[in-house]
């Protein structure tokens, strides 16, 4: 399975983005589907999950402001973020079957 996710960038304290996770070589539709970001130096932590029924659960730190869902016909799962804070900084990875990992995209979020 490979994972690629886009939709990253600068962005301004308060603004929106939309991340996607797009897969080849496997249907996302029956698995359960995370988000996660690292910092340098930091470990990589959970940021949200999407069941293959639909229920997600969020970190406590972007519960209310981030969004995952998923498009099973695009075989994309994506997380809109609004209310960016500074500290949602990170490179966001998409993990998903057989423990696969995307390459990440950059977030940067700052004035």
């Known amino acids: 399975v490979q994972l690629v996710e886009s939709g990253g960038g600068l962005v301004q304290p308060g603004g929106s983005l939309r991340l996607s996770c797009s897969a080849s070589?496997?249907?996302?539709?029956?698995?359960?589907m995370n988000w996660y970001r690292q910092t340098p130096g930091k470990q990589r932590e959970f940021v949200a999950q999407?069941?293959?029924?639909?229920?997600?659960n969020y970190a406590d730190s972007v519960r209310g402001r981030f969004t995952i869902s998923r498009d099973n016909a695009r075989n994309t799962v994506y997380l809109q973020m609004n209310s960016l804070k500074p500290e949602d900084t990170a490179v966001y990875y998409c993990?998903?079957?057989?423990?696969?990992w995307g390459q990440g995209t950059q977030v940067t979020v700052s004035s």
């Open positions: 070589g496997a249907s996302l539709r029956i698995y359960v």
């Open positions: 999407i069941t293959s029924g639909g229920s997600t």
């Open positions: 993990y998903g079957p057989d423990n696969s």
